[in-house]
């Protein structure tokens, strides 16, 4: 049959009309082979969100507005600490809380080392400038604080000492936390000295900047053999899989001061992990002659203890911290404690082997500005100085 010419013409103009129609609408040209199909999320349900182009305007139904704080003043004097920005914005999260910021009215919070962004309410921002202020106006000069770790054999030294101090609320379940003036602090341990069951483990200066933190840690690998595993080449055709617990200490403080230096806000992060007891359990595993080959595996029995608390009190009285009866785990811990060189907390006397379950006490003292009052340690390098602070516990975070 003859093709018109006309006819011909005429089809190629509607094949042409269909796929601009096809391209603007955003349906496939099942004329065209080159034209993609938009792509599908993963659901199939509809397209990929648009990337690029400019922001979108930010809400403001709840009176929010962008405000830009200057952080230059205070992180110029720790040019030897590592985003030392993070600090300020720890110390804002745990005075406002973490919710508000992932939550409405919309808002966010942002630092780098020399500006602090914030868009949210005026509440709101009422409440990071006043941690602001205490970084930026407050003291830039590293602070120095006394922590003395001791044991008692015996909870009964709350008899006598009752009467020296003041007991204020803890959420950490079975710690008690006390305040006393430092006049009573010295009485307290002359009291304490004469027991026959009081260990004083050890008395240490940290040197903290005022908001950053100070970690002290002492960790050793434990190992154990967990189960056993098919080897068909050895005899017996078993060989033991061990397992490790990480056993130890890790203990961070942060403290923050007032303005004027009459108050103390710390925030203190202690845990504890000990092996008391490897169990030893037996296993009857088959062998290819019909008989049983016995096996022995350990289950550890592990005692864990956690504190997360925040404290304000007086800069001028002391805050003294009773543990609990802890557990004494065996063996000899590693000497790796972080910054102060080796053992400085004499953790491995307080929990050396042989010994009973003690009553472990923290005290914790603020005693002013660093420099001139200290002498570097001979045992290892300077702390290093991180983030994590109340008469009441202000909760955890």
């Given amino acids: ?83 030392p920005q993070q600090a ?33 309410t005026a509440a709101m921002h009422e409440a990071v400038e006043q941690v602001y202020e205490r970084f930026v106006n407050g003291t830039t000069v590293p602070q120095l604080y006394g922590l003395r770790v001791m044991a008692v054999g015996s909870p009964n030294w709350r008899t006598r000492a009752h009467s020296l101090m003041q007991s204020v609320p803890v959420q950490s379940p079975g710690v008690h936390a006390y305040l006393m003036p430092k006049e009573n602090a010295a009485i307290f341990l002359a009291m304490l000295r004469g027991r026959t069951d009081y260990r004083e483990i050890s008395a240490v200066d940290v040197v903290v900047h005022n908001g950053q933190s100070q970690t002290l840690e002492q960790l050793r690998g434990r190992n154990y053999i967990e ?4 080897a068909p080449s050895a005899w017996p055709p078993y060989m033991p899989a061990t397992g490790q617990i990480q056993e130890g200490y890790h203990l961070e403080i942060s403290p923050l001061l007032s303005l004027d230096k009459k108050l103390v806000d710390l925030v203190i992060k202690c845990k504890i ?19 049983l080959y016995t096996a022995q595996i350990q289950v550890p029995q592990i005692v864990s203890w956690r504190l997360h608390e925040r404290f304000r009190w ?30 400085a907390l004499g953790l491995d006397r307080l929990l050396a082997p042989g010994r009973d379950r003690a009553d472990a ?9 660093a420099p001139g009052r200290v002498l570097p340690t001979a045992t290892g390098p300077a702390p290093t100085t991180r983030s994590a602070a109340n008469p009441l516990s202000r909760g955890r975070y």
């Fill in 227 to 230: 189960n056993y595993q098919v």
């Fill in 361 to 369: 006490l923290l005290m914790i003292e603020y005693r002013g500005d």
């Fill in 88 to 120: 300020v914005v720890d110390w804002i999260l745990r005075e406002t809380g973490t919710d508000v910021w992932f939550s409405d009215p919309f808002g966010f919070l942002n630092a780098d080392r020399d500006t602090l962004r914030v868009y949210h």
């Fill in 1 to 83: 049959m003859l093709e018109s010419p006309f006819l011909s013409h005429r089809v190629g103009r509607l094949c042409m009309a269909w796929a601009v129609a096809c391209t603007l609408w955003g349906a496939p040209s099942v004329l065209s082979q080159d034209n993609a199909a938009p792509s599908l999320n993963a659901g199939g349900s509809g397209l990929q969100p648009r990337r690029g182009g400019p922001p979108p305007n930010l809400p403001s139904d709840a009176g929010q507005y962008w405000k830009t704080y200057d952080l230059a003043p205070y992180t110029r004097e720790l040019k030897t600490v590592d985003r």
């Fill in 273 to 291: 992990d000990q092996v008391e007891k490897l169990n030893d359990v037996l296993l009857d595993l088959p062998l290819q002659n019909g008989q």
């Fill in 314 to 343: 007086p800069a001028d009285q002391v805050l003294l911290l009773s543990c609990g009866v802890v557990a004494s785990p065996a063996g000899k811990p590693n000497e790796t404690l972080l910054g102060l060189g080796s053992n």
